[in-house]
């Protein structure tokens, strides 16, 4: 038996018959439920989809000096955030959609 499987992240799309996979920071299935969806939904941190590399146990030597931090917000502006990044001395990458700081 073959079943569609799909990764979502935002809500956007009404799925067709299949399940559903949010690996989402905060999403669980009652958003999917209030929202009219009848799909299996696989929703939260416990079903990241990950490459091997990150998941495997490796040791690394970490320093206790920090020379660089990135912080990325996946895209957009959340809040305001770039702003507030910015204005305690960080450098940041920021992409052209990004049009007011």
Do not use: W
């Not at 990764?7 to 299949?18: H, I, T």
């Not at 669980?28 to 009848?38: D, E, I, P, S, T």
């Not at 990458?93 to 990004?98: H, T």
Request: proline content about 3%; some cysteine; glycine content about 8%.
């Amino acid at each position: 038996m073959q079943c569609p499987c799909f990764f979502d992240d935002y809500f956007r799309l009404n799925y067709p018959k299949g399940i559903i996979i949010n690996g989402s920071i905060g999403i669980n299935v009652h958003l999917y439920k209030k929202r009219g969806y009848v799909n299996k939904v696989l929703a939260g941190v416990n079903y990241q989809v990950l490459q091997r590399a990150f998941y495997q146990n490796f040791k690394k030597e970490i320093s206790l000096n920090v020379n660089n931090i990135l912080i990325t917000l996946g895209g957009s502006n959340y809040n305001e955030l770039i702003s507030e990044i910015i204005n305690r001395d960080f450098y940041g990458i920021l992409l052209p959609s990004f049009k007011q700081i």
